[in-house]
T-cell receptor, first 115, second 114 residues
Framework: KNQVEQSPQSLIILEGKNCTLQ??????????LRWYKQDTGRGPVSLTI?????NTKSNGRYTATLDADTKQSSLHITASQLSDSASYIC??????????????FGKGTMLLVSP | DGGITQSPKYLFRKEGQNVTLSCEQN?????MYWYRQDPGQGLRLIYY???????QKGDIAEGYSVSREKKESFPLTVTSAQKNPTAFYLC?????????????FGDGTRLSIL
């Protein structure tokens, strides 16, 4: 069964500090992995996508890593800001099934940045 | 600005009542999707559509129905057969299904039972 596990479930950090969120998956075969940011009461917004051949990708203060061998990804946030408070969702795209390329969503990590 | 518009933001359903959630996109995307989000759970796919007049069941389609009469619109009806409809419903679209392009999401409709 395809699964995406995220840790920690929730996290509180002080403004200006760094943090790292984890994503482990069992989706196979693997196509790509995407990190989304979801503000409370809003829809998710894509931060970055990782394909099989990519190890690291940055988007401003966000840096994602992927280890396809161990099926792990991380999202590192540098110099956190209050606006980073949100849920961060890891989504893995897997195999084609009857013409549909499956997406498996993690439950998300809720990040609170405190002043 | 291009995007996805969901309405209403909040919706209340009475016992035995069907309700329809609206989803409109002006991104010229072919594929559209409906997801359900419950506290502490990942998004679950209800229905998806790859082209006009065609749609497929997702993982939790029971108690829901959709239509795709126009490329821009993909309304979701929550029927009385859905016994636990309280949730946050998200509509999304993408250029084509299965590509590396991200799904663009609306800002959701929160459905509650009266």
């Amino acid at each position: 069964k395809n699964q995406v596990e995220q840790s920690p479930q929730s996290l509180i950090i002080l403004e200006g500090k760094n943090c790292t969120l984890q994503c482990n998956y069992t989706v196979s075969p693997f196509s790509n992995l995407r990190w989304y940011k979801q503000d409370t009461g809003r829809g998710p917004v894509s931060l970055t996508i990782m394909t099989f051949s990519e190890n690291t990708k940055s988007n401003g203060r966000y840096t994602a890593t992927l280890d396809a061998d161990t099926k792990q990804s991380s999202l590192h946030i540098t110099a956190s800001q209050l606006s980073d408070s949100a849920s961060y969702i890891c989504v893995v795209r897997g195999s084609m099934n009857s013409g549909y390329s499956t997406l498996t969503f993690g439950k998300g990590t809720m990040l609170l940045v405190s002043p | 600005d291009g995007g996805i518009t969901q309405s209403p933001k909040y919706l209340f359903r009475k016992e035995g009542q069907n309700v329809t959630l609206s989803c409109e996109q002006n991104l010229n995307h072919d594929a559209m999707y409906w997801y359900r989000q419950d506290p502490g759970q990942g998004l679950r796919l209800i229905y998806y559509s790859q082209i006009v007049n065609d749609f497929q069941k997702g993982d939790i389609a029971e108690g829901y129905s959709v239509s795709r009469e126009k490329k821009e619109s993909f309304p979701l009806t929550v029927t009385s057969a859905q016994k636990n409809p309280t949730a946050f419903y998200l509509c999304a679209s993408s250029p084509i299904q299965g590509s590396n392009q991200p799904q663009h999401f609306g800002d959701g409709t929160r459905l509650s039972i009266l």
